[in-house]
């Protein structure tokens, strides 16, 4: 059975920098549905002239069409052995989805990891972030120069990452996806993980958590 992860936190709190090193660590693929979202955006598809509007105003695309992206990705033969969901679920409405998703595929219990941090240090960390305009590879501060260290493409701040648009999708995280936090928190595979720490310390909190989901997961599948 795989090891089935969503990565929650705020606009900042390291989500897709954590990811990717899980990703990397566990060979598991990341699913991010900004990353998707964006690509979309790129390349000027009537999906991605029509969410642009709504990230440029730090609000969220609606639950039907981020459901269809991931539903879909989710039935694909790479995520047998596992996933990390970067972004999703952001609403009540997709949590809901997902665990229907998840029973309807057949797929095993979600793990959940909450990074908590601060909101000053949000605001200051998304202000200071890059990202790669050719790979979409995101730098925290301090790690960017100008150019890309995967693929040599330009580093540049997200167009939805400024002060007005950063406090912005902080109010609809606070308002939307906040909840989410109850939702999850009674399950036996939720772990909360302090991400005011340094990047390495984070990951190493994060492993801590999916071994631990990882061993609750293999003793429920022991014969009784
Ligand atoms: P992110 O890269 O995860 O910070 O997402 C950037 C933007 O993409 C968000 O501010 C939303 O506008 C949109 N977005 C990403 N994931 C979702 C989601 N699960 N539901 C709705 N909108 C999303």
Known sequence: MGLNVVVMGPPGAGKGTQTERLAAERSLPTIATGDILRDAV??????????????????????????????????????????????????????????????????????????????DELVRRVLDRRVCTACGTNAMPGDHGPTCGKCGGEMVRRSDDTETVVRERLAVYDRQTRPLVEFYRDRPMYRQVNGATTTGQVTAALNEALDAAKSRLAGARQPA
């Open 42 to 119: 790129r390349r000027d598809t009537p999906l991605g002239r029509r969410a642009k509007v709504l990230m440029d105003q730090g609000h969220l695309v609606d639950d039907e069409t981020v459901v269809g992206i991931v539903r879909e990705r989710l039935h694909q033969p790479d995520v047998a052995a596992g996933f990390l969901l970067d972004g999703f679920p952001r609403t009540v409405v997709q949590a809901v989805a997902l665990d229907g998703i998840i029973a309807e595929a057949g797929l095993a219990p979600l793990v959940v990891v909450n990074i908590d941090v601060p909101a």
